[in-house]
């Protein structure tokens, strides 16, 4: 069963940065697209992110564009979500995913695995 762990979050002024951590473990880390996902209470989780299984693939929201970067470790099973120019609106638990997929997907309803996630908090 595929286990993925989540770290990194916390409180960070408007204009900081946060890298978020995720390792992976259960299967062959390899055979999977990751991402990340965000969820506010009262909303839908929205897709933020995702990198293909040999890392030189990525897609990200329109909302993070720029300021977001989402990179992956296969030696190590993890994956990362460097964040920088934060804002308010970024605020969200952030949760690490594993997918199955052949190509890279976007809604929630279509992956595989979910982490419980981490909690980014910007002040502004």
């Known amino acids: 069963q595929v286990q993925l762990v989540e770290s990194g979050g916390g409180l960070v002024q408007a204009g900081g940065s946060l890298r978020l951590s995720c390792v992976f473990s259960?299967?062959?880390?390899?055979?999977?697209?990751m991402g990340w996902f965000r969820h506010t209470p009262g909303r839908e989780r929205e897709f933020v992110a995702a990198?293909?299984?040999?890392?030189?693939?990525?897609s990200y929201a329109d909302s993070v564009k720029g300021r977001f970067t989402i990179s992956r470790d296969n030696a190590k099973n993890a994956v990362y979500l460097h964040m920088n120019s934060l804002k308010p609106e970024d605020t969200a638990n952030y949760s690490c995913?594993?997918?199955?997929?052949?190509?890279?997907?976007?809604?929630?309803?279509?992956?595989?695995?979910w982490g419980k996630g981490t909690l980014v908090t910007v002040s502004s």
């Open positions: 259960g299967r062959t880390f390899t055979t999977y697209i």
């Open positions: 995913t594993a997918d199955l997929g052949n190509v890279i997907r976007t809604k929630e309803d279509d992956i595989d695995y």
């Open positions: 990198i293909g299984r040999s890392g030189l693939v990525t």
